[in-house]
């Protein structure tokens, strides 16, 4: 079993920044592939990044691009969400979650099979 705690969230005024960490225990961290999603109030639950098990690959939505970067420590058993730029739009519960990894972080961006209980981040216009 994994255990998956996110930090960091918080409220921020547009055009700022916050940084959201994910601690990740329970088994060898460096087999997961790690992603981040987020859910608006009334809306579905949706993709923002994912990073393959050795960090080489990353991916994001369109709408996070350039903004955001995910990134992981497989030493400390963390994976995090550099946030900047954020819009109002951005305003969120995001989660964190992991998938055994395939190489290349494709899984954990559709169905990944853990989750945390996710973290709130509201942004003011």
């Known amino acids: ?4 705690v996110e930090s960091g969230g918080g409220l921020v005024q547009a055009g700022g920044s916050l940084r959201l960490s994910c601690a990740v225990s ?6 997961y592939d790690m992603g981040w999603f987020r859910q608006a109030p009334g809306k579905e639950r ?3 990044a994912c990073i393959n098990w050795s960090g080489g ?14 990134s992981r420590d497989n030493a400390n058993n963390a994976v995090y969400l550099q946030m ?3 819009k ?3 305003t969120a519960v995001y989660y964190c979650a992991a998938e055994p990894s ?24």
């Open 1 to 4: 079993q994994v255990q998956l």
């Open 84 to 86: 900047n730029s954020l």
């Open 57 to 70: 690959r990353t991916y994001y939505t369109d709408v996070v691009k350039g903004r955001f970067t995910i």
């Open 102 to 125: 395939d190489g290349q972080a494709m899984r954990v961006k559709v169905n990944p099979r853990y989750w945390g209980q996710g973290t709130q981040v509201t942004v003011s216009s």
């Open 46 to 48: 949706e993709f923002v």
């Open 26 to 31: 329970g088994r060898t961290f460096s087999i």
């Open 88 to 90: 109002p739009e951005d």
